[in-house]
């Protein structure tokens, strides 16, 4: 390896250790976290494990960072987000963020009311957040159902039953804010 990479991979524990204290995070409950030992943990901090990919992964999912940012990877230069649109359940969502962990921003396309799959109230843990950029919204919360129009938003416990759906014969186009649970809940499963 060339002495750029060493270097690199001399960083890593370093930024590790760092980001695990500015979280008050022990050893323990990071190996606990991640899947991994607190004795590898505690050599990659150090410096006297060579950091692997399937180590990097989790610790950087757990941090809730880019794995950019454990290896202290040069910037590209270009900081723009490449849209790509990808449809599920017949929602058309365009991941609006990049960065691993924490809130993730969406895009996301409603197909006409009576078009899309039938409705279906889920739960999961986290919060949501959704503003309506175009169209009408039917949003049903718990036992309660409202309607939204382009520039209204909620936001909502998603531990509550909810399902969001076009209440129009146009698509409802919407902005939405939730962390990960929310990410698996929404575009794993079937649509809201």
């Known amino acids: 390896m060339g002495g750029t990479e060493e270097d690199v991979l001399a960083g890593v524990g370093p930024r590790l250790r760092a980001l695990r204290r500015a979280r008050g995070t022990t050893l323990a409950d990071l190996a606990t976290e991640t899947g991994l030992t607190a004795s590898t943990l505690s050599r990659l901090e150090n410096g006297k494990l060579r950091p692997t990919l399937e180590q990097l992964l989790p610790l950087a999912r757990a941090h809730g960072v880019p794995l950019d940012d454990l290896v202290a990877a040069p910037p590209t230069g270009d900081p723009r987000i490449h849209l790509r649109p990808v449809r599920r359940f017949g929602l058309t969502v365009v991941p609006l963020t990049r960065r691993a962990g924490g809130v993730q921003a969406y895009k996301v396309v409603y197909p006409p ?3 899309a799959a039938t409705m279906r109230l889920q ?4 919060y949501e957040w959704f503003y309506v950029l175009n169209g009408d919204v039917r949003f049903v919360l718990g036992e309660r159902e409202f309607l939204l129009g382009a520039g209204e938003a909620a936001e909502f416990d998603t531990r509550v039953p909810h399902w969001i759906g076009s209440a ?5 186009e919407l902005l939405t804010l939730f962390g990960a649970q929310g990410e698996r809940a929404h575009l794993s499963s079937a649509a809201h």
């Open 168 to 172: 129009g014969s146009r698509p409802a």
């Open 113 to 115: 009311a009576g078009r």
């Open 123 to 126: 739960t999961h843990d986290g």
